[in-house]
């Protein structure tokens, strides 16, 4: 697989330096690929060859997180500025701003595009929260509401990042503890928790496409699938670094994972060798299956094309990587000689 590298155009900074990516999404048909990161800028790329086709300017702040809705229209940033934007994803645009007390660490839509979920960080005397925003989508989209439809601060642990869950009334969320709970979206109550799905900090939390099962990443380097509705744990996988991220890739039983120590605690040697691996492990086997090396610095972020052809990993050296997968890929039989009915 020859990756297309997207580097950042800035006469100020050497290849990427201090411009570490935070999150990557795919738009539904997998043809575009949006990267917010440190910089405070959010791009826009084509998936196929990694030209930039935009920016979209306007948080004063690092971008910690980024969504699309599925018809690629609009795009929700959240910063740590602490304001969420809305914008036109086709002129680049930003359509309505909401401003916080603290900063904006996660940022959803729901699957009909209505509703945004957001997590706020708790700091200086300002409780976490999660808050549910109603979007409207007539007209050009400038007219929005600032008051969310329901807001509720999340008891114990503080949230860390979130998303809808199989129904619209319930929000999935992971905490700083490692815990994993349901909240009920208007009244705030938490409806079901697991309290030890992962032993230190949850650091990304990824949907199935039908939403009955998702996939977080720990610290405590493990991943985990759940199944939705219940959180009960499905599959664990036990790696040996802390992880940041993790993806399912459609069509395939596979699932991407991406970490690494921090610069802090790595010797400056294996920093210049691109070391840094994206691990492929089987899904269901729950056995690693391949790794590509290629990030100088801890792998932060990593988003699947919804089509299955190619991934993107966001690494702390400001590089994103673009992977279209070969024939081999598609080829591999994962399961041996058994064929798996769609």
């Given at each position: ?103 904006v660490k996660r940022v959803a839509f729901n699957e009909e595009d209505d509703q945004v979920v957001c997590i706020t960080e708790q700091r ?219």
């Amino acid at each position: 697989m020859r990756p297309i590298l997207l580097q950042e155009p800035d006469p100020d900074h050497f290849a990427g330096h201090e411009r570490s990516l935070t999150q990557i999404k795919f738009n539904r048909e997998g043809d575009l690929l949006f990267t917010c990161s440190k910089d405070s800028i959010i791009n826009v790329w084509y998936a196929h060859n990694g030209e930039r086709l935009g920016t979209y300017d306007g948080h004063n702040g690092t971008v910690w997180t980024i969504d699309v809705d599925s018809s690629s229209r609009f795009l929700v940033s959240g910063s740590a500025d602490n304001t969420m934007r809305l914008w036109s994803v086709e002129t680049g645009k930003c359509l309505f701003f909401w401003e916080f007390p603290t900063a904006v660490k996660r940022v959803a839509f729901n699957e009909e595009d209505d509703q945004v979920v957001c997590i706020t960080e708790q700091r200086m005397g300002h409780q976490g929260a999660v808050r549910v925003f109603e979007i409207n989508r007539d007209g050009d989209g400038t007219n929005q509401s600032k008051e969310p439809i329901s807001m509720f601060n999340p008891v114990g642990s503080k949230a860390v990042v979130c998303a809808f869950a199989h129904t619209n009334d319930l929000i999935i969320t992971g905490h700083e503890s490692g815990k994993v709970s349901l909240f009920d979206a208007k009244s705030g109550e938490e409806v079901q928790l697991n309290e030890h799905a992962h032993r230190d900090t949850v650091t990304d939390l990824q949907l199935a496409p039908d939403r009955s099962y998702f996939i977080t990443s720990s610290k405590d380097k493990t991943a985990r699938i759940h199944e939705t509705r219940t959180l009960t744990v499905l599959k664990t996988f036990v790696t040996e670094t802390p992880l940041n991220s993790a993806a399912i890739a459609p069509g395939k039983p596979y699932i991407l994972l991406g970490g690494g120590q921090d610069a802090m605690s790595v010797t400056t040697t294996s920093l210049r060798q691109g070391k840094f691996e994206t691990r492929f492990w089987h899904k269901v086997l729950e056995e690693e299956v391949g790794r590509v090396k290629g990030h100088f610095g801890p792998v932060n972020t990593i988003a699947v094309s919804p089509k299955g052809d190619c991934y993107a990993s966001g690494g702390e050296d400001g590089f994103v990587r673009v992977h279209h997968f070969d024939e081999t890929y598609f080829r591999a039989k994962p399961y041996g000689d058994l064929e798996i009915e769609d």
